[in-house]
C-alpha cells in the first residue's frame, strides 16, 4: 500500500477575475484538464480581484494584472499573456475569448493535442502540475480565424466543432442562411447513404439547433459570424434552407415578383431556386426593404458580432433593365450597403457588416464608395480556384473585362488575384478570405499531408495578399485520415507561419504515438502517388504511367499493414483510435487505386465497378467512422466532379 505521506497533492486555487461567461468557462476548463493532465492534482474555482498578495492561478481579465500584447481592437483582436510556475501565476488576454484561447495555449504548452473532436480526442500526457513553467506573451497574427458550418451534420458534431475551435485558436464559428437545413438534413436524412435509416427532422428542430451553437459560441465567447445567402430569397418570401435549393414561382410573395432581377426579358427565379436569384438593384424599393431586413435581424440578434449580407449564390442574372444594364453590379451592392449601414447607425447598432466579393461581384466598383468604411468587412472567396500550388505563388493573371452576365470562372489559384487588388484600391478597411481547402478539395488528395501544406502556404501568405485571417468553409468531418490539416491551420492563422515539418511532426507524435513519423510518411506518399492534379482533372488520367502509378498502390498499402495492426492495441484511446481510422482509410485508398488504375488503363466498366464497391464500403462503415469522415461529401465529389470528368476524357486528354 502507498505511503499516504509519500503522496504529495497540489491543489491549484484557481480565482476567476471577472464575471465573463468566456472567462468563467476558461477557469472551468482549467480545473478539468489540470487533473487530467495530474491525477494526483486538484483544483478549486472561485471568484476573486487579482491581488499580487495572494499565492494563486488568476485567470480572467483584470486591469492590475500584467497586459497582454497591445492589439488595435481588444473586442475584435485576440492576445495572450500566461506566466504560470510552480502552480501559480496568471493567465490573460485581450479579451475574455484570449483568456479561453490562452488557457489551452497552457496545456498545449504542457504537451497536450486536441487530435480530434470531443472529449476523446484529447491527447492529455502525465505531468506534474506543480512542476511546470509556461510564459508566453503574444499576439494574434490575424484578426479573423474562423470555421464555417459546411457538410453533412448532426448537432453533436458542429457543438464540438465550436467547441474544438479555441483549443486550436480559432475565434470565430460562421452559421450559414437564415436556416442551415442543408447540413443537417444531409446527415438525419442519410443522404447518398442507403445503408442508414433516414430521420425526418423539422424547419423547428433545426432552428432550436441554432440556438444551441449560439449558446455555446456565447459561452466561449467566440465572434458569431451569420446569414451570408439568403437574405434575396427572404425578401421574395422564401426562408432558403438549402444551397440551390428548388423553389416554385408560387412561393415568392405576389407583391416582390416585380423586383425580381429582369433577365432575357423575364422576371423569374433563376433555374427555379430563390437563393441563386438576383433583384432588380435599381429599383429604389429594393435597397429599403433590405436595409430594413438587415437592421431588424441585427436589433433581434444582438450576438452577431459579423453579420454577412450577400447577394444570390450564382453568375450570369444580373438585371438588365434600362436601371440597371449600364451599371456594374459592384457599383448597385456599394449602394445597398450604404443604405444598410444609414440604417443600422439610426440605430447605433454596432454589428460589422461583410461584404462579399464573388461571380460578378469581382469587378470593383468604379463610381460607388462606401460611406463608412469602418462598419464593413471585405470578403474575398475565390471559390472555383485550383488548390495544387499556393495562391499567391500563381501570379501574372490579368483581370477579364467586365461583360454583363457572361461571367466564366477563374480556375487559376491566382486567377482572381487582380480582381481583389481591384477592390483593395477602393476600399482599404479590414478583410479576410473565405477560402475552401476543407470543403472539396481534400477529397482531391487521399493522403491528406499535400492539401494541408498548400493550405498552411496559403495562410502564410495573407499577410503580403493584403488580408487579415481566413474563414475555412469546409465540412465538419474531415478528421481521416488524421486532423493534422485542421491542428495545422489553427497554428497557422494565430502565428502566421507554416513552419509545417515540425508542427505536423508534434501533432503525429501524440495522434500516433512512437510510429507517428512512420504514419506521416505513410500517408505522404500516399499524396504524392495519388498525385491530386490528376483527380482535379489538370492532368490526364489516361495514361500508362499513371496506370502503373495506381497499380502499385495496393502493394504499397499492405506493406504499412504490420505497422497499423500493430498498432490498433495500444493502451492509449487517442493513439488507438488514430489507427483504426488509419486502418479504414488504408482500405479506402487500396480501393480508390483499383478504381484510378481501371480508368487510366482505359476500362471505365471496371472503374464504374469499383466504385460501386468503394461507396458500398464507406456507406457501410460510416455510423463507425462518424466524427472523422463525411460519407455525403465523400460521394458528392466523386460521383459529381470527379468520375465525370474521368469517363468523358480520352487518351492524353485534361478538362
Known amino acids: 500500500m502507498k505511503d499516504p505521506a509519500a503522496m504529495k497533492r497540489h491543489l491549484w486555487d484557481i480565482r476567476v477575475t471577472d464575471p465573463s461567461p468566456a472567462s468563467d468557462f476558461a477557469a472551468a476548463e482549467f480545473a478539468r484538464l489540470i487533473v487530467r493532465l495530474d491525477p494526483d492534482a486538484g483544483a478549486e474555482v472561485a471568484p476573486g480581484r487579482f491581488s499580487p498578495e495572494t499565492r494563486a492561478l488568476w485567470i480572467g481579465l483584470d486591469p492590475a494584472l500584467p497586459p497582454p500584447p497591445a492589439v488595435d481592437d481588444p473586442e475584435d483582436d485576440d492576445a495572450i499573456r500566461i506566466e504560470v510556475a510552480a502552480g501559480a501565476g496568471f493567465i490573460t488576454g485581450s479579451n475574455a475569448r484570449s483568456v479561453l484561447i490562452a488557457v489551452y495555449r497552457f496545456f498545449r504548452e504542457a504537451g497536450c493535442v486536441f487530435v480530434r473532436p470531443g472529449r476523446s480526442g484529447e491527447a492529455i500526457p502525465r505531468r506534474d502540475s506543480a512542476a511546470l513553467a509556461v510564459n508566453v506573451c503574444e499576439r494574434a497574427a490575424f484578426r479573423h480565424r474562423g470555421i464555417c458550418l459546411e457538410g453533412s451534420v448532426g448537432i453533436e458534431n458542429v457543438l464540438e466543432t465550436i467547441d474544438l475551435a479555441p483549443k486550436l485558436g480559432f475565434n470565430a464559428f460562421f452559421t450559414q442562411l437564415f436556416r442551415p437545413g442543408f447540413a443537417f438534413r444531409r446527415w438525419y436524412l442519410h443522404q447518398n447513404n442507403p445503408e442508414l435509416l433516414p430521420t425526418p427532422v423539422s424547419d423547428a428542430t433545426i432552428d432550436a439547433f441554432v440556438r444551441d451553437c449560439d449558446e455555446a459560441i456565447r459561452r466561449r465567447g467566440l465572434h458569431h459570424h451569420r446569414i451570408g445567402h439568403g437574405w434575396i430569397s427572404k425578401l421574395l418570401g422564401i426562408t432558403s434552407s438549402a444551397w440551390h435549393e428548388a423553389n416554385r414561382e408560387e412561393e415568392v410573395a405576389p407583391d416582390r415578383r416585380q423586383l425580381i432581377a429582369l433577365v432575357n426579358g423575364e422576371r423569374k427565379l433563376f433555374s427555379g431556386s430563390g437563393i441563386d436569384t438576383n433583384l432588380c438593384y435599381g429599383d429604389p424599393r429594393v435597397a429599403d426593404l433590405l436595409a430594413r431586413e438587415v437592421a431588424a435581424y441585427a436589433r ?83 471559390i472555383r480556384r485550383s488548390y495544387s500550388v499556393p495562391m499567391a505563388s500563381d501570379t501574372g493573371h490579368s483581370a477579364a473585362p467586365f461583360r454583363r452576365n457572361d461571367f466564366v470562372p477563374t480556375p487559376e489559384a491566382g486567377g482572381t488575384l487582380p480582381y481583389l487588388a481591384a477592390w483593395q484600391n477602393v476600399f482599404s478597411g479590414d478583410s479576410f478570405i473565405f477560402d475552401y481547402h476543407y470543403m472539396w478539395d481534400y477529397l482531391n488528395d487521399p493522403g491528406g499531408i499535400g492539401c494541408a501544406r498548400i493550405m498552411t502556404e496559403d495562410v502564410r501568405n495573407l499577410k503580403e495578399l493584403g488580408l487579415n485571417g481566413m474563414m475555412s468553409c469546409q465540412n465538419l468531418r474531415v478528421f481521416l485520415p488524421s486532423g493534422a490539416g485542421m491542428t495545422l491551420m489553427g497554428d497557422a492563422l494565430w502565428s502566421g507561419q507554416s513552419d509545417f515539418d515540425n508542427r505536423s511532426g508534434k501533432f503525429f507524435a501524440a495522434a500516433f504515438g512512437a510510429d507517428g513519423g512512420r504514419a506521416f510518411a505513410f500517408l505522404e506518399h500516399l499524396s504524392q502517388e495519388f498525385d491530386p492534379p490528376v483527380l482535379r482533372g489538370e492532368k490526364p488520367i489516361r495514361c500508362a504511367s499513371a496506370a502503373a502509378r495506381y497499380a502499385a498502390l495496393p502493394e504499397y498499402i499492405d506493406a504499412f499493414m504490420p505497422v497499423t495492426r500493430k498498432n490498433l492495441d495500444a493502451p492509449d484511446p487517442v493513439i488507438r483510435r488514430s489507427w483504426e481510422c488509419l486502418a479504414f482509410h488504408a482500405e479506402v485508398c487500396r480501393k480508390l487505386a483499383e478504381l484510378l488504375r481501371a480508368f487510366a488503363a ?53 478538362e
Open 300 to 382: 433581434e440578434n444582438p450576438q452577431v458580432r459579423y453579420l454577412h449580407f450577400w447577394l444570390a449564390d450564382h453568375a450570369n442574372n444580373q438585371c438588365e433593365c434600362e436601371r440597371c444594364r449600364d451599371r456594374r453590379p459592384a457599383d448597385q451592392y456599394v449602394e445597398l450597403l450604404n443604405r444598410i449601414d444609414e440604417r443600422l447607425r439610426a440605430e447605433n447598432s454596432p454589428v460589422k457588416i461583410v461584404f462579399l466579393i464573388y461571380l460578378d461581384l469581382l469587378w470593383a466598383p468604379v463610381e460607388a464608395k462606401l460611406d463608412h468604411p469602418e462598419r464593413f468587412v471585405l470578403l474575398y472567396a475565390p
Open 602 to 654: 482505359g476500362d471505365a466498366a471496371e472503374g464504374d465497378a469499383c466504385w460501386l464497391a468503394l461507396r458500398r464500403f464507406v456507406c457501410e462503415n460510416e455510423s463507425a467512422f462518424q466524427r472523422e469522415f463525411d460519407v455525403f461529401e465523400f460521394i458528392l465529389v466523386w460521383e459529381n466532379k470527379i468520375l465525370p470528368r474521368f469517363r468523358s476524357q480520352r487518351e492524353g486528354e485534361v
